[in-house]
């Protein structure tokens, strides 16, 4: 039983900023990484941003680096995710999402991660 809940999500004109916040319930196990998705209308869920345990070992997709800013509080099992300089390209629905197993990338980018959210919507305008 595992519940992930988004907050934050909003419209944001373009340079403007939002943080995202996703609070954890339920049972997890110890040293899970957690991480951003996000889904834009007709395209494919993309990898935003990931998260270890301890906060030693970040992930940013190239599009966000720089901008995006990624950050976890395990006393209080919650990810935030702190986005400045919103582009139009960044509208999306925002997942969170989290995975009790080995931290990689690689397969975070292929399959995802194994508990998800049902997400917040972002809309950056012009």
């Known amino acids: 039983q595992v519940q992930l809940a988004e907050s934050g999500g909003g419209l944001v004109q373009a340079g403007g900023s939002l943080r995202l916040s996703c609070a954890a319930s339920?049972?997890?196990?110890?040293?899970?990484?957690m991480g951003w998705f996000r889904q834009a209308p007709g395209k494919e869920r993309e990898f935003v941003a990931a998260?270890?345990?301890?906060?030693?070992?970040?992930s940013y997709v190239d599009s966000v680096k720089g901008r995006f800013t990624i950050s976890r509080d395990n006393a209080k099992n919650t990810v935030s995710l702190q986005m400045n300089s919103l582009k139009p390209e960044d509208t999306a629905d925002y997942y969170c999402?989290?995975?009790?197993?080995?931290?990689?990338?690689?397969?975070?980018?292929?399959?995802?991660?194994?508990?998800w959210g049902k997400g917040t919507p972002v809309t950056v305008s012009s």
């Open positions: 339920g049972r997890i196990a110890s040293n899970y990484a």
């Open positions: 998260i270890s345990w301890s906060g030693s070992t970040i």
């Open positions: 999402a989290a995975d009790p197993g080995r931290y990689d990338i690689q397969r975070f980018l292929k399959y995802g991660m194994t508990y």
